[in-house]
């Protein structure tokens, strides 16, 4: 198999340094497809919409902030509605499958595309692949209508269910071909698109008329370019229910100590926001800054301040935080899950352990209490904002499908959904940037210390480009949206 960024990207450069980072069409490797009217124009709930089809060459730019002599830069192409479809109602065979782990807003998403399939192209026959990737050739499919699917969005989890592990690309799409699919819908995060993109690749090497089409879904929001992905906000949301419990038990308490974990593998975002949010959180400790406990500016010498100041205080962790810490004594413990992804120890109990240690060694008495709501802020129905979030995404992957584009992602950059390529959802990992703007303002509003010493300050920042560098690209690894660069979230 080729390199997948070979036939994954097509690069289409314009005047004043503007670059198109497109996505295939199905056109690309079946020339003589042909193509027919768009059969939304018919449609009374949209037909009344003035421009309401997007037109072809409209892109939506990875930059907003630009300086008068900046180049153009890097550009998606829009997703929406095109004039002219590649596929008739009646000859599409649909397929969803959600793979990973739980999310909130997955149901909106798999109920979004079969209503939006069925009322504004007419299709009929929608198939839902059971457990995941693995689903494709091991287990049962169900058959997809709106009446199926009428109230699932009022449910937490996906009804189709989920996994990890089993990709089997050649199994997966000799299914497809086998039952002849021709539209396959794929949600799941940054190891489902990786998935995707190769199942696009063999889809492609054997000149199937399939469009591959990936929903990013993932509550740690480490999936790059896009602003946000779906499910985000409900999980910060339902974390402050146990930010508020950790709270409330350490300010009843003498020296109560109230410490929270929150999901986050190898992404503080869920951490940073939710601490942002609340305000009662004294401490926020995440994977991308790096803490240590003993001496000087160090976790137990502010514990021990904050208690003497204020009596209590709220600590909030990511699960993927100070790993260096325990890998030195629990090194021995590191698993794998079924998809390959770290299993991390448990790092909630392990710090709650360390500072009852040392404050009873220090004969100083504490009341620490430790909340991990973990899958409780997962296993939810998504609140409104994400099912608005979840059916625009729904309808914007159809009208790419239905275009004929393949091989594709899609999600909102800047504010406007586009079309982006697989290599670029899966070539890195969102992270936060301690050395940005959101980072500060957290530190600001916890007056936690930086853990920094003064020399990493001065790496990190040799590490960054200056802040108003306007370059593509830049410090375009492990970084990006919620940032100074989005405008919605700084
Ligand atoms: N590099 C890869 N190539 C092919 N398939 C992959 C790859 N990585 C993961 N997958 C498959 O994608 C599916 C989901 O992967 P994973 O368990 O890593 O979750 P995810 O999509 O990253 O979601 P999340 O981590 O947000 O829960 C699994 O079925 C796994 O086998
Ligand atoms: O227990 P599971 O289902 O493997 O999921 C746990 C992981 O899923 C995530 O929610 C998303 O990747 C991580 O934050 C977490 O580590
Ligand atoms: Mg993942």
């Known amino acids: 198999m080729g390199n997948p960024s070979d036939t994954q ?113 007419g299709v009929r026959k929608i198939l839902g692949i059971d457990g995941g990737y693995r689903g494709f050739y091991a287990k049962n499919t169900v058959n997809l209508t709106p009446k199926v699917v009428d109230d699932i969005h009022k449910r937490g989890g996906t009804i189709l269910g989920t996994s990890r592990g089993g990709h089997d690309t050649l199994k997966i799409v000799d299914r497809i071909q086998d039952r002849g699919i021709n539209q396959v819908y794929i949600i799941g995060g940054d190891g489902t698109q990786r998935g995707a993109a190769l199942i696009f690749e063999e889809i492609r090497r054997r000149g199937l008329k399939v469009a591959v089409a990936g929903i990013p879904k993932t509550i740690d929001n480490d999936i790059p370019v896009i602003d946000k992905s779906f499910g985000f906000d409900t999980a910060v949301e339902e974390a402050q229910r146990a930010i508020n419990a950790a709270h409330v038990e350490a300010e009843s308490m003498e020296n109560g100590i109230g410490l929270v974990k929150l999901m986050g593998r190898y992404s503080g975002f869920i951490a940073m926001h939710a601490t942002l949010a609340s305000r009662d959180v004294d401490c926020c400790l995440i994977p991308e800054s790096p803490f240590y406990l003993e001496g000087s500016g160090g976790l137990y010498e502010y514990i021990e301040k904050q208690l003497k100041e204020s009596g209590h205080m709220v600590i909030v962790i990511a699960e993927g935080a100070g790993q260096d810490l325990l890998s030195e004594s629990l090194q021995s413990m590191v698993q794998q899950d079924a998809s390959g992804n770290k299993l991390l120890p448990d790092v909630g109990l392990w710090i709650s352990h360390r500072i009852k240690e040392h404050f009873a060694k220090k004969k100083m008495r504490i009341n620490l209490k430790y909340i991990d709501p973990t899958y409780m802020i997962r296993a939810i129905p998504s609140i409104a904002s994400d099912n608005v979030y979840c059916t625009l995404l729904a309808h914007s992957t159809v009208h790419g499908a239905m275009a004929g584009y393949t091989g594709f992602t899609v999600g909102p950059v800047n504010g406007r959904h586009a079309y982006i390529p697989f290599n670029r959802i899966i070539e890195e990992q969102n992270k936060v940037v301690i050395t940005d703007r959101m980072w500060a303002r957290l530190l600001s509003s916890t007056n936690q210390p930086s853990f920094l010493k003064p020399g990493d300050i001065a790496d990190a920042k040799k590490e960054k480009q200056p802040a108003t560098s306007l370059l593509d690209g830049e410090n375009c690894k492990d970084r990006k949206s919620m940032t100074e660069d989005n405008p919605c979230l700084s």
Do not use: W
């Open 9 to 121: 990207m097509k690069l289409v450069s314009g005047a004043a340094g503007y670059v198109l980072e497109d996505v295939p069409h199905l056109t690309d490797y079946l020339p003589d497809l042909p193509s027919y009217p768009n059969p939304l124009q018919d449609n009374p709930a949209y037909s009344v919409v003035k421009q309401y089809f997007v037109n072809v060459d409209d892109t939506v730019t990875k930059k907003i902030v630009v300086h008068k002599d900046s180049p153009r830069g890097v550009h998606f192409r829009r997703a929406g509605p095109r004039q002219r479809v590649y596929f008739e109602s009646d000859e599409v065979h649909a397929c969803i499958v959600t793979c990973g782990g739980l999310c909130p807003g997955l149901n909106t998403v798999i109920r979004e595309i079969v209503c939006g399939l069925y009322h504004m192209y």
